[in-house]
């Protein structure tokens, strides 16, 4: 089949040059993946482009990059299923990382990223004759996670990290979900507190885009929002992310729908003046344009069920 | 076309304009909306409350599903976020019949069962798979032909996308950029459309949220873009009312009118700039009706 490669180029030898798209027309067999033709370019065609793979297995996690805009590994994904119906695909670096040559990225800030969240077992008490031993039953949640082999397609599309450098990141927050969560790990509690921090786990968007880039389905969004509810768990319940979620449960929960009005001072705190005094001039505008939720919030009809119900739920999940 | 109609919080809430707008356009599409919340169904949760109580989450949403059924009409909503939780529940409940069981035994106690038919959909899907692209021409009375227009979805209607079935119904991928042709407007393409507008960390970093608001409509107002229009009304409540923060913080003037969809489908189909409650926005959209000879 005949395709057109659109290469985003970089050389930093070329001082001054900014990036540019470069195109390539090759012949590939119908099963090519967009590996193949950049390893083609480069051997046949172009000598000068730069990438990073390994084992074309989807197993090392080195060809992480995007294409057609969004972070994907080159071994695993087949020109057939990303070309467009003029054979024309783009690829790029990987994002927020900084970029070597061409589609190399230095991955220095993913590895300090999970270097941070002290990515080993730390188990208490004297050290057994052979295996920290855990059951099945308490692992096989965390089979998912450890499938992570940190490519960083997650990192390179978080809509946090391309804005704020200093949030941990979704690979970082998943390994660090893999300790937390671990019978065997006794540091659970100061993994939580930390983890709760300014650019911890209540910096996440819950944009979703970790969760449709990652190749091995670890779902990282879905382990951040796990060590969300485990901080809670554990009374990590006095920032601002889990007062929120606190405020939003408790309005929904009662009168079956949200108080916008309430939602935001009840996160902050009714005595939280300067918070309070920086939302104001947004609430003032809003006002004057008759842009604000109703003063008197109203429940929905027939709220005496909803409360009903979720005390059942509530009893059952107490083992009630 | 009959629909279970699930307006959602925030369009009765932060975004009052939104709810007019809507039942004015689906009125004149010949829609006949069945109001579920005034039925007692309850918020979606949003993902927040699901961050702390996913199965409470599902129940409620699956009560919303019942009640659907139980009219046996088809669940249409204005809401991108509420679109995508309600998908990711109602994918639970249907992959896993032991869960629906467990789930419909909080839900007998009012009488009510979720038998895994319901399949919740945005106006903007109902557009596309309902009405089509050629009958929403016909009701084009102000064609939008000036208007150069970006498209900003909000996350949950674009991921993920398989909770969405984008496989099914691979034209929900570029819905918005669909409608907004048939209305004649330039589509303004733009890498941010599909990124998240900043609202759920609000509260807890509020410059990363503020710097998404600039980094979105700064992209939207170099590429040529009169407008942006989104599905979300939580996008448009920080696209808009934090872009005054977001001119502060990027330091550019930016005033990039934000649109509800609703309210882009009613100027085009001829109501006014009043009936569709533009003058509420934070930043004006004067510039918008003066691209289509419309008087504000």
């Not at chain 1, 970029?99 to 208490?124: G, I, N, Y």
């Not at chain 1, 009840?266 to 004057?288: D, I, Q, S, Y």
């Not at chain 2, 599409?29 to 949003?46: I, K, N, S, V």
Request: proline share 6%; hydrophobic share 40%; net charge neutral.
């Amino acid at each position: 089949m005949q395709v057109v490669v659109s290469v985003r180029r970089y050389n930093p030898e070329d001082r001054g040059t900014p990036s540019y798209w470069q195109e390539y027309g090759l012949e590939v067999e119908e099963n090519a993946s967009v590996l193949d033709s950049l390893i083609k370019i480069r051997e046949e065609v172009d000598g000068s482009l730069a990438l990073r793979c390994s084992c074309r297995s989807a197993i090392c996690g080195s060809c992480a990059m995007r294409i057609n805009g969004h972070a994907k590994l080159a071994c695993n994904t087949k020109l057939s299923d990303v070309a467009g119906e003029d054979g024309k695909v783009t690829v790029e670096p990987a994002g927020v990382m900084p970029v070597v040559k061409d589609l190399v990225v230095d991955q220095t800030m993913f590895w300090d990223k999970v270097r941070q969240v002290s990515p080993w077992l730390q188990p208490e008490g004297p050290e057994p004759e052979a295996e920290y031993l855990a059951p099945n039953s308490d692992m096989t949640h965390l089979a998912g996670v450890m499938a992570c082999i940190m490519c960083g397609a997650c990192v390179s599309d978080c809509t946090v990290l391309e804005m704020d450098e200093n949030f941990i990141g979704p690979a970082a927050l998943a390994k660090a979900y893999r300790f937390a969560a671990d019978p065997r790990d006794a540091e659970d509690r100061s993994r939580l507190a930390t983890l709760s921090e300014y650019s911890g786990i209540w910096d996440c968007t819950r944009c979703f885009e970790c969760v449709e880039v990652c190749p091995k389905g670890v779902a990282p969004m879905d382990r951040i929002m796990s060590l969300r509810d485990r901080a809670m768990e554990r009374g990590y319940d006095k920032t601002y992310g889990a007062r929120h979620t606190d405020a939003f449960e408790e309005s929904v929960t009662h009168s079956g729908r949200l108080d916008e009005l309430r939602l935001p001072i009840k996160t902050f705190g009714f005595f939280n003046l300067p918070a309070l005094m920086n939302m104001a001039p947004v609430g003032l505008r809003a006002l004057l344009r008759g842009k604000m939720p109703p003063i008197f919030h109203r429940s929905v009809p027939g709220v005496k069920k909803v409360r009903q119900l979720v005390k059942s739920v509530k009893a059952q999940q107490r083992g009630e | 076309m009959k629909y279970a109609f699930f307006p959602g919080c925030v369009s009765r809430g932060g975004c009052p304009e939104l709810y007019p707008a809507t039942l004015k356009v689906c009125h004149r599409l010949g829609f006949e909306l069945d109001e579920l919340q005034e039925r007692g169904a309850t918020c979606t949760g949003a993902g927040v409350l699901q961050e702390k109580n996913q199965f409470l989450g599902d129940v409620f949403n699956a009560r919303t599903f019942a009640m659907a059924e139980q009219l046996g009409l088809p669940l249409m909503n204005i809401c991108s976020t509420c679109q995508g939780v309600m998908s990711q529940a109602n994918k639970r409940l249907k992959d896993d019949p032991d869960y629906l069981a467990k789930v419909n035994g909080h839900l007998a106690q009012e009488g009510l069962e979720y038998r895994g038919t319901a399949q919740p959909r945005h106006l903007l899907w109902t557009l596309i798979e309902d009405v089509g692209m050629e009958k929403l021409k016909t009701y084009v009375i102000q064609p939008l032909t000036n208007l150069r227009v970006a498209p900003f979805y909000g996350c949950y209607i674009v991921r993920p996308t398989d909770a969405l079935e984008f496989k099914l119904y691979p034209e929900r991928e570029d819905s918005l950029e669909r409608v907004m042709a048939a209305l004649g407007a330039q589509v303004v393409d733009f890498p941010g459309k599909t990124r998240c507008c900043g609202f759920p960390i609000l509260t807890i970093n509020e410059k990363n949220s503020v710097s998404m608001v600039a980094r979105h409509t700064t992209d939207a107002k170099d590429l040529g873009a009169d407008a942006m229009v989104t599905p979300c009304p939580l996008c448009h409540l920080n696209l808009d009312g934090y872009q005054p923060k977001a001119m502060q913080q990027s330091q550019r003037d930016i005033n990039m009118p934000i649109i509800h969809l609703p309210q882009l489908l009613g100027l085009a189909m001829g109501f006014s700039p009043k009936e569709m409650g533009l003058s509420r926005h934070i930043v004006s959209a004067k510039r918008v009706l003066s691209k289509i000879r419309v008087p504000a």
